[in-house]
């Protein structure tokens, strides 16, 4: 009996081309985030960041532990994107989190920081950090969007 309550959701024609930009997306996020933990963010850019905010530059060691387990962390998330072929609703709301989160990194991140990843590293120092942000943003939006559109995750439709 419980089966006849249970409704099926069939695809649209957004279905598979949001989960291929999902796809797309973390993939390209999983690699920003790989480049800004690992290459990007390292002690002399904190030792840098720290000086300019008028904080004590020995703190330095403790925040690369701090950012670098954070920065892991939404290597693991932005990974788990690259299961929305699946088309599984954890999925969906997994890419969701991850994204909401990483797109508000932009306002998280003390200025400090971009600031001393210019001066050390060039605009490349921020670049890997604007892509995945940014993009983290407007995927966001698009998976949000498709959310209230077709009330369901991956832009499907109920029987």
Known sequence: MSHL?????????WTRPLQIAAVVCSLVFT????????L?????????????AGASASDAPGFLIGLRTVGCLYIVGNAVGLLALRGRTWTFWVVVAVNVTQAAGVFA????????????Y?????????I????????????????????????QRRD
């Open 5 to 13: 309550l249970v409704r099926k959701l069939r695809p649209t024609a």
């Open 31 to 38: 690699v920003g985030t790989i480049l800004q933990n690992f």
């Open 40 to 52: 990007i963010i390292d002690l002399d850019m904190l030792r840098l960041a720290l000086q300019s």
């Open 109 to 120: 991140i003390p200025p400090a920081v971009f600031d001393a990843s210019i001066t050390l």
């Open 122 to 130: 060039g605009p490349a120092g921020i670049l890997p950090s604007v």
């Open 132 to 155: 995945t942000d940014g993009g983290a943003a407007l995927l966001t939006l698009a998976l949000l969007g498709s959310l209230v559109a077709f009330r369901t995750p991956w832009a």
